[in-house]
């Protein structure tokens, strides 16, 4: 049988300066992420489209759900196969092509994944499971583009 799952999300409109969208500049793109009994996200377009930088877009957004994704999956997969992790970080890579259209998709996502593990016997295993997490993330499987990763694994 097949479990379900369903997330609520509400995304409001904060960017309203007073004449709404009387044209492209007359409005600002920021945008409120609400889950309830959860901290707001603000947030904007990128900077090239008119964004706020100092709020989170979309596309980073994205970028990071991939890397948390990816990150949950490993560490699970590093406890179930005797692997120990005590440091993670992820500096991800998110290429998108803006289209002549004005649309645009995501080229890639490139995770770069540096590991530390307690013993230097589990590095090798360490590494291997990226693949397999990359095979379970719920968010990778989700997307039309490829999510590489190219980890790096050091021990204590």
């Known amino acids: ?3 379900q799952h369903e997330y609520k999300t509400t995304v409001k409109w904060t960017g309203n300066k007073g004449e709404g969208t009387v044209n492209y500049r007359t409005y600002e793109r920021s945008h409120t992420v609400s889950i309830i009994n959860k901290a ?3 947030c904007s377009s990128d900077p090239s489209f008119r964004g706020d930088p100092t709020r989170y877009n979309p596309e980073e957004l ?3 759900s991939l890397s948390s994704c990816h990150m949950l999956w490993y560490l699970h997969l590093c406890s ?3 692997v120990i992790v005590t440091a993670y970080e992820d500096n ?3 290429i998108m092509l803006e289209t002549a259209n004005g ?3 995501f080229k890639q996502v490139i995770l770069h994944p540096h590991v530390t593990v ?3 016997s589990m590095k ?3 590494n291997e499971l990226h693949h397999q997490a990359n095979k379970l993330c719920f968010i990778a499987n989700s997307c039309n583009f490829p999510v590489k990763h190219e980890p790096v694994c050091d021990s204590d």
């Open 1 to 3: 049988m097949t479990k």
């Open 92 to 94: 991800a890579t998110g």
């Open 103 to 105: 649309g645009g998709h």
């Open 62 to 64: 994205l970028v990071a």
């Open 124 to 126: 090798n295993k360490a």
């Open 118 to 120: 307690k013993d230097q």
């Open 40 to 42: 707001d996200i603000l």
């Open 80 to 82: 179930e196969a005797g």
